[in-house]
């Protein structure tokens, strides 16, 4: 069936790096993405990765795509406490249809 | 600000109300989305528009009726809810309805069903 899971929760120290995981089911999946979600806002894109790619680099972000495994993983560099957020995995099923993942809660610590 | 805004942030309602929510896209796209986030559950698909129709409706109860007048406009009428449907009600548009289009969220509606 169809189902992003995501570790809940992860807490590190200012100045580390962070990495979130998600695994997928549907690897028919083109497009995979990560979103963050801040205390009382909507979604907010941060990169997403095509299916047909290892790797993408945006600044302090790095996607990793494992396809043979069905996973994704996003590093955040240098982790600031501007960077407390749920982080969201989804896969794309076509049509607009995006299934989520529950949500990894980061905390960054001072 | 990602374009895409949502009135009101936050509503509380009893069950024998009828209430609507409100999302504006100002990116010119032309499909819309309503998402239903609830306290750890994944994001629910609710309804899906593309060009102002209906081309998904992911089993929700007929107590929330979806109307989209124009590309731009998307509203979620709401009448006889029960408590379990309070959640963050989440808009979100995109360009097309292709798999590689992105979908921009707005800040949500949070919904109190007393």
């Known amino acids: 069936g169809e189902d992003v899971e995501q570790s809940l929760f992860l807490s590190v120290r200012e100045g580390d790096s962070s990495v979130i995981n998600c695994t997928y089911t549907?690897?028919?999946?083109?497009?995979l993405y990560w979103y963050k979600q801040e205390p009382g806002a909507g979604l907010q894109l941060l990169t997403y990765?095509?299916?047909?790619?290892d790797m993408k680099q945006d600044q302090r972000l790095t996607v990793l795509l494992n396809k043979k495994d069905k996973h994704l993983s996003l590093r955040i560099a240098d982790t600031q406490t501007g960077d407390s957020a749920i982080y969201f995995c989804?896969?794309?099923?076509?049509?607009?249809?995006?299934?989520f993942g529950k949500g990894t809660k980061l905390s960054v610590k001072p | 600000e990602t374009g895409v805004t949502q009135t009101p942030r936050h509503l509380v309602m009893g069950m024998t109300n009828k209430k609507s929510l409100k999302c504006e896209q100002h990116?010119?796209?032309?499909?819309m989305y309503w998402y239903k986030q609830s306290a750890k559950k994944p994001l629910e698909l609710m309804f899906v528009?593309?060009?102002?129709?209906?081309?998904e409706n992911n089993s929700v109860p007929s107590r929330f009726s979806p109307e989209c007048p124009n590309s731009s406009h998307l509203f979620l009428h709401l009448h006889t809810l029960q408590p379990e449907d309070s959640a963050l009600y989440l808009c979100a548009s995109s360009q097309f309805l292709a798999g590689t289009d992105t979908q921009y969220f707005g800040p949500g509606t949070r919904l109190t069903v007393l």
């Open positions: 990765i095509f299916s047909n790619m």
């Open positions: 528009y593309s060009l102002e129709e209906r081309v």
């Open positions: 549907d690897s028919s999946s083109t497009y």
């Open positions: 989804a896969e794309s099923m076509g049509k607009g249809n995006l299934i």
């Open positions: 990116l010119g796209h032309n499909a």
